[in-house]
């Protein structure tokens, strides 16, 4: 059983999806970990995502999909988390595709809903506590207009085979892991 984690930049996706793995007993799957893992292995698909990060490229869908497929053939009794995985609708897409052929469903793909202001709030706050200047409101609301626009043709697709569910990202910590644990819970009693 997969269950997918989206949200905007600053939503907190990480952290719930820690949270939910351990709640549900399940594997957290972060592309970034996955992508960074293979590197420092020097596995094959590792060797062949470092030459487009070394060129400072964009590693392709077909190889972060094949580290997925990996991971996921590495077996997880209690099903897995996807945190950062699926971006757009491509992606998506193949991950159906790749799901089915390992016999694998999605149980819910949940939706961290934050409001912009608060976003920029988060991120400048986090910007400021690591030292960092590059998070500027400017390009943080730069980077949330991205998102929206790759984004939404992805809630769209989950919103229309009935697994989007969201939440309401802004509170506590663990007030929100609460209301995602709850969705997920739920949707992973009854796989679709």
């Given at each position: 059983?997969?269950?997918?984690?989206?949200?905007?930049?600053?939503?907190?996706?990480?952290?719930?999806?820690?949270?939910?793995?351990?709640?549900?007993?399940?594997?957290?799957?972060?592309?970034?970990?996955?992508?960074?893992?293979?590197?420092?292995?020097?596995?094959?698909?590792?060797?062949?995502?470092?030459?487009?990060?070394?060129?400072?490229?964009?590693?392709?869908?077909?190889?972060?999909?094949?580290?997925?497929?990996?991971?996921?053939?590495?077996g997880s009794a209690g099903g897995w988390i996807l945190d950062g995985?699926?971006?757009?609708?491509?992606?998506?897409?193949?991950?159906?595709?790749?799901?089915?052929?390992?016999?694998?469903?999605?149980?819910?793909?949940?939706?961290?809903?934050?409001?912009?202001?608060?976003?920029?709030?988060?991120?400048?706050?986090?910007?400021?506590?690591?030292?960092?200047?590059?998070?500027?409101?400017?390009?943080?609301?730069?980077?949330?207009?991205?998102?929206?626009?790759?984004?939404?043709?992805?809630?769209?697709?989950?919103?229309?085979?009935?697994?989007?569910?969201?939440?309401?990202?802004?509170?506590?910590?663990?007030?929100?892991?609460?209301?995602?644990?709850?969705?997920?819970?739920?949707?992973?009693?009854?796989?679709?």
């Amino acid at each position: 059983m997969i269950w997918i984690l989206l949200g905007p930049p600053g939503a907190g996706k990480g952290t719930q999806a820690k949270m939910l793995a351990e709640h549900l007993g399940a594997e957290h799957v972060s592309t970034g970990d996955l992508l960074r893992q293979a590197v420092a292995e020097g596995t094959e698909l590792g060797r062949k995502a470092k030459s487009f990060m070394e060129a400072g490229e964009l590693v392709p869908d077909e190889l972060i999909l094949g580290m997925v497929r990996e991971k996921l053939g590495s077996g997880s009794a209690g099903g897995w988390i996807l945190d950062g995985y699926p971006r757009n609708r491509v992606q998506a897409e193949s991950l159906a595709g790749m799901l089915g052929e390992v016999g694998e469903t999605i149980a819910c793909v949940v939706d961290l809903q934050v409001p912009e202001d608060e976003l920029v709030r988060r991120i400048a706050g986090r910007a400021a506590d690591e030292g960092r200047a590059d998070d500027t409101e400017e390009t943080v609301r730069n980077r949330l207009r991205v998102y929206r626009e790759q984004t939404q043709p992805l809630i769209d697709y989950y919103g229309g085979r009935g697994l989007l569910q969201a939440v309401d990202g802004v509170g506590g910590i663990e007030e929100i892991g609460s209301r995602v644990q709850a969705v997920a819970g739920a949707a992973g009693r009854t796989p679709r």
